[in-house]
């Protein structure tokens, strides 16, 4: 089946430093990715959505300055959150969809902003 | 806007037992319909799907069940492991769109 890769699966900056964090389709090109945040014990928010090549759509209430994300290939998107603030701390997680496949989600990847 | 809920936040079950967990839906406009099950530290992972075409699909030890009169939808889990303990959600999908709207969650905890 559809393989999305995130990494790291865990980090931990330092306020107002900045952190990449990178989601792949392994077997399949995603023509669009998505990214997530969950709070604890909450369900999943859709951040953004965004297509190879062009740019990311923000959902209401998402700093787009604040949540850079590059789609650059059909394989990989990646989501920069700069100047880090403990608030920004959560859960962040990626899925990405293709032609012939369907809804596929990334491993999470735990942002710890001290 | 229309949402997609879950009726009980947290099911405990005993090893064994089958497990039985709800959504509601608001959406009439909802035609396909999606389970998740995301264990403590990671994504989410399929378990299973069902069009609005159908009431009743099964997999291996799941069964989802649609009322799209009362606009409701089940998982049902036989013999429940401790395996599946982790938070169930249910995510709808409607007008063509691939982007699903996730429910609250249900965390199913399994007891040996």
């Known amino acids: 089946g559809a393989v999305v890769s995130q990494h790291p699966s865990r980090v931990i900056c330092k306020s107002g430093t900045s952190v990449k964090i990178e989601c792949r389709s392994l077997?399949?090109?995603?023509?669009?990715m998505f990214w997530y945040r969950q709070f604890p014990k909450k369900s999943l928010m859709l951040m953004a959505t965004?297509?190879?090549?062009?740019?990311?759509?923000?959902e209401q209430g998402v700093e787009k300055d604040k949540f850079l994300i590059n789609h650059a290939s059909l394989t990989l998107s990646t989501l920069t959150v700069t100047s880090a603030h403990p608030e920004d701390s959560s859960f962040y997680i990626c899925?990405?969809?293709?032609?012939?496949?369907?809804?596929?989600f990334g491993s999470g990847t735990r942002l710890t902003v001290v | 806007g229309e949402s997609v809920g879950l009726h009980l936040p947290t099911l405990s079950v005993q090893e064994g037992d089958n497990s039985i967990i709800n959504c509601a839906y608001s959406?009439?406009?909802?035609?396909?319909f999606i389970w998740y099950k995301q264990e403590s530290g990671k994504g989410p992972q399929f378990i299973i799907d069902?069009?609005?075409?159908?009431d009743k699909r099964q997999g291996q030890r799941v069964t989802v069940l649609l009322n799209k009169t009362v606009k409701h939808l089940s998982l049902q889990i036989a013999a429940t492991q401790p395996g599946d303990s982790a938070v169930y959600f249910c995510?709808?999908?409607?007008?063509?769109?691939?982007?699903?709207?996730f429910g609250r969650g249900t965390s199913l905890i399994v007891h040996p």
């Open positions: 069902i069009r609005s075409n159908m």
């Open positions: 899925s990405a969809a293709g032609t012939d496949h369907g809804y596929t």
């Open positions: 077997d399949f090109q995603a023509t669009t």
């Open positions: 965004s297509n190879e090549g062009s740019k990311a759509t923000y």
């Open positions: 995510a709808e999908r409607s007008g063509g769109s691939y982007i699903p709207t």
């Open positions: 959406n009439s406009a909802s035609d396909y």
